[in-house]
């Protein structure tokens, strides 16, 4: 029995989920720490925003309402800072595993819908308990385990699955943490194959469908463009996914899903030019190379993100996220 979720449950004490409308679904969010998770909600509710203002014009006969459940993290600060080209603060590592809930509720003239997104930490002391679990088949749920509704509703108990995966993960752009626990693709394909076990025995309840948010595409975009791999492509994605996320993909493959989504992400960092001092000869005729600028106000949250002045938004790839609620709602709520 762990410990840690015992503690979670209690500290933030997450109520059973009684669905309060016609139809409530929902959509687990998955992704390794450092992944791009908070980053993506912030994307998804600075989307849905627009989205809200564009559906609940007056007169309109389908409404769109959002809201943010805080858990682990001060998602609502965060996202004052993004709209200032922040990124967010970093997610403190070890017991926590679920951030926040995002909900989305669509009015239609013939009832209302709801879906709950769960972004879940796949690491950390608590996720590898489960996953632990999961792996040795115990994934039954038995009234003795405390923690038994948490992993339930949350984890398996889901009607969608949305996968974070970094492109600069997968190319080994970033440290590695160390623990095969920490590498993305082991990760995902394990959380995968295990919601697919319970489903298999446990099947009124089944996966309608997979996203997956192929986050920081700007970051290699030029290198995955010209390597085969553009990922706005199916073919890219498939290159890229059987050269970088070859467990995953096999995951998802045997979900034989015709509803899998890919979708590449990624926000636009602010640069400037530097002294390039390396070939720089004359120092009285300096040569220069454009590099990525850290936040002048808070040097320690990394990159600048560039923010459009005139629609006071950051600059990130918003089509993805316009076309996910569309995804939700026809393939998920229906
Ligand atoms: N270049 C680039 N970097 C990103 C992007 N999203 C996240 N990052 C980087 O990845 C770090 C972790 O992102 P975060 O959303 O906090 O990940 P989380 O731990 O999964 O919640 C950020 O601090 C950024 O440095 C993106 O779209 N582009
Ligand atoms: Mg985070």
């Given at each position: 029995m762990s410990q840690v979720l015992q503690t979670a449950k209690n500290v933030?004490?997450?109520?059973?989920?009684?669905?309060?409308?016609e139809q409530e679904r929902r959509a687990s969010v998955f992704g390794m720490v450092e992944s791009g998770k908070t980053t993506t909600l912030l994307e998804l509710l600075a989307v849905c925003t627009n989205y809200a203002n564009q559906s609940n014009r007056?007169?309109?006969?389908e409404n769109f309402y959002f809201l943010v459940e805080e858990r682990t993290s001060g998602i609502r600060q965060a996202l004052g800072e993004f709209y200032q080209g922040m990124f967010p603060?970093?997610?403190?590592?070890?017991?926590?595993?679920?951030?926040a809930d995002f909900l989305m509720r669509f009015h239609k003239t013939f009832g209302k819908w709801e879906i709950r997104l769960p972004f879940c930490e796949t690491s950390g002391e608590a996720m590898s308990h489960i996953l632990d679990r999961f792996r040795n088949g115990q994934y039954e749920i038995t009234p003795?385990?405390?923690?038994a509704g948490l992993i339930h509703d949350?984890?398996?108990?889901?009607?969608a699955i949305a996968l974070i995966a970094p492109v600069t993960r997968g190319l080994g752009m970033e440290a590695e943490?160390?623990?095969?626990?920490?590498?993305p693709d082991v990760n995902l394909s394990r959380l995968l194959s295990a919601i697919y076990q319970y489903k298999k025995e446990?099947?009124?309840?089944?996966?309608k469908g997979i996203a997956v948010f192929l986050t920081k595409y700007d970051a290699l975009r030029t290198y995955l463009e010209t390597s085969k791999?553009?990922?706005?492509?199916p073919d890219g994605v498939h290159n890229f996914m059987s050269k970088y996320f070859p467990q995953t993909y096999d995951v998802i493959g045997w979900?034989?899903?015709?509803?899998v989504r890919f979708w590449p992400t990624g926000v636009q960092i602010e640069t400037e030019r530097v002294i390039d001092e390396l070939n720089t000869l004359d120092p009285q005729n300096p040569a220069y190379k454009v590099m990525p600028r850290l936040h002048?106000?808070?040097?320690?949250?990394?990159w600048q993100i560039k923010v459009d002045s005139k629609r006071n938004m950051p600059v990130f790839t918003e089509q993805p996220f316009y076309e996910f609620i569309e995804w939700l709602k026809d393939t998920v709520m229906a």
């Open positions: 933030f004490s997450i109520p059973s989920l009684k669905s309060k409308v007056p007169g309109s006969k603060e970093k997610t403190p590592a070890g017991e926590r595993i679920f951030e003795d385990m405390k923690d949350y984890i398996l108990d889901t009607d943490k160390g623990a095969t626990v920490q590498l446990n099947p009124s309840r089944p996966i791999m553009d990922l706005q492509t979900y034989g899903l015709d509803n002048p106000k808070n040097p320690a949250r990394g």
